[in-house]
């Protein structure tokens, strides 16, 4: 049972790391149940019980501290929270418990060796539970997961509140014996009874086992102001009396609250596991919408780049010009050599551009047409992200993701130099390879280099009007250029190798941008394994 308890804690505590700060409170809490109380107490069935007083701020429990430990120990005033570190006290050369021992070299602990104090048990005057120092609050939650036995101290006007009662059910579903001290209460005894019966009926309606309930009238203070007197507090000293001199009860309270315990893991272990499911799936279902949305307009582009309407009409009227459209036209079925001289001809008549600025140009409209859809998709991806759980306080906490990366143009810019360099690499393997093209090499990479792109880049589908002159007019001259100078079919082969590289880089840069919502979110992509090991634990368990 202990390697899986370990196990178990080592897996809350892998949940605890992943959920944040918000939602790893009921993972931290089991946790330290496990470490601090199971652990030990089943090590040693023997170590002095661990009796955490816990109660609201201003109700009494650092005076019911004092009387019990016969001298002002804790300190009580007017300024709250009083109770900052916890007070301990002990009985000298009595061992300590783990979890007083870890808290005394946290600095969370002051441990106060009397010879007075009862043997067998280890009192510990806890902070406010409600104090307005989380760190306060998140000790005393810390001591209750620890406790043998727990005194809630508590007023007749604050026994109903509703943050003590989040506490109470806590130590009633890890089934911890509770005491419960009733402070100031009317002189009436009428009153008092009803006080006494209103709150054991809420211990009921909140499922809390009713355990004993001692009754302080008000004004029941020693000389000193700071401890309550002992008279009053009888009923309590009475129970701890007899778990000193009583072997077997003190035995029996610790069984009893270990049985309890380890019946109670189960259910909080599935609560957890429930919620990781529910993050999951509702993770599974942001990350389906953002890859649904990039998809979209990642079609979009690939369409844009099937039909060249990315292209502006200018980028593709000046490689028309430049290589000569119309005589190119009229000499094609000549052969290459008359395309060369044609294309030779319009150098010499002083062309208005130059290859490298045309291909610049068209790769500049890419990159534009890129950032532009991706700015839409992650427009679109946040917009209906910030309407979902998760998704919402992703988005609040990575405004940026309302358009894409900043640096994505940059990125693509890069890619699309290195796509545009192995065209004419490839041009130059494909010439090596075709004997007696030498004449076409005379034409230079750059000029069949910038064809080679603009014929990935212009088909006709899908244009209308003057667009289709254009494109149909610059991807005539394309292809009958390369096909003249490697083969139809080693263009038709070439063209669909240069795309698919493009695809590639354009889908990996979406890919990227998309990537950026996944890894804002809060909730671990791991999260269903950690459920699933967390089950077969419980399984080992014997649950």
């Given amino acids: 049972m202990r390697d899986e308890l370990l196990q178990l804690a080592a897996l809350l505590g892998r949940r605890a790391e992943t ?7 009921d993972a931290l809490r089991l946790k330290g149940h496990i470490e601090e109380f199971l652990l030990p107490r089943l090590s040693d ?10 109660g609201s701020t201003g109700s009494g429990k650092s005076s019911l501290f004092n009387a019990l430990a ?22 000298p050369g009595q061992p300590l418990p783990d979890v007083v021992a870890t808290l005394r070299d946290q600095g969370l602990a002051n441990v106060i060796e009397r010879p007075s104090a009862r043997r067998h048990l280890v009192i510990v005057d806890s902070p406010d539970f409600d104090s307005i120092e989380a760190a306060n609050r998140a000790l005393a939650r810390r001591l209750l997961e620890a406790a043998d036995l727990v005194v809630f101290v508590t007023t007749d006007t604050r026994y109903a509140d509703e943050v003590p009662w989040d506490l109470l059910r806590r130590a009633g579903e890890r089934g911890v014996p509770l005491l419960t001290m009733i402070n100031r209460l009317p002189n009436d005894p009428a ?12 211990l009921v309606s909140h499922g ?25 507090i009888a009923p309590v000293e009475r129970a701890f009396d007899h778990l000193v001199e009583d072997a077997a009860a003190r035995r029996q309270l610790i069984e009893q609250s270990l049985e309890a315990a380890l019946g109670a893991i189960p259910a909080q272990v599935a609560r957890i596991v429930q919620t990781i499911e529910t993050e999951a799936a509702t993770r599974s279902d942001l990350v389906e919408l953002a890859r649904r949305n990039y998809k979209i307009h990642k079609a979009e582009i690939a369409g844009q780049i099937d039909r060249g309407s990315f292209l502006r009409s200018e980028v593709l009227r000046e490689w028309q010009d430049f290589v000569g459209a119309s005589k190119v036209a009229r000499v094609i079925a000549e052969g290459v050599g008359k395309v060369a001289a044609t294309i030779r001809s319009a150098f010499q008549s002083g062309p208005s551009v130059s290859p490298g600025e045309v291909q610049e ?15 839409q998709a992650a427009s679109s991806t946040a917009s209906a992200w910030s309407e979902r759980p998760f998704g919402e306080e992703a988005i609040v906490s990575h ?12 990125r693509f810019e890069k890619r699309l130099e290195g796509w545009a360099a ?4 490839d041009i130059m393997e494909m010439g090596e390879q075709r004997r007696g093209l030498a004449r076409a090499a005379s034409l230079g990479v750059n000029v069949v280099g910038t064809g080679a792109i603009l014929a990935v880049f212009v088909h006709t589908g899908g244009l209308t009007g003057a667009e289709v002159g254009i494109a149909a007019a610059t991807a005539a001259i394309n292809q009958a250029l390369l096909d003249a100078l490697f083969g139809e079919a080693n263009v038709a082969r070439f063209v669909e190798d240069a795309r698919h590289r493009l695809d590639v880089i354009i889908e990996a840069e979406l890919t990227a941008d998309r990537q950026r919502f996944e890894k804002a979110l809060s909730i671990d992509a791991a999260s269903t394994e950690l459920a699933a090991e967390m089950d077969a634990t419980l399984e080992r368990l014997g649950r």
């Avoid at 405004?399 to 940059?410: I, M």
């Fill in 70 to 91: 016969g001298e002002n120990l804790s300190a009580v005033g007017v300024l709250r929270p009083t109770t900052r570190v916890a007070q301990v006290l002990a009985r």
């Fill in 208 to 232: 809390v086992e009713t355990g004993e309930v001692t009754g302080v009238e008000m004004g029941h203070l020693d000389e000193t102001g700071q401890a309550i007197a002992r008279s009053a």
């Fill in 399 to 410: 405004p940026g993701l309302w358009a894409a990366s900043a640096d994505l143009g940059e």
């Fill in 45 to 54: 069935l023997e170590a002095p019980l661990v009796v955490v007083i816990l």
């Fill in 191 to 202: 009153d008092r009874d009803a006080v006494v019966a209103d709150y054991r009926r809420l």
């Fill in 19 to 25: 959920a944040g700060p918000e939602r790893s409170g």
């Fill in 422 to 425: 192995r065209i004419g690499s």
């Fill in 361 to 375: 140009s068209a790769l500049s409209d890419l990159t534009e047409l890129v950032i532009s859809e991706t700015d």
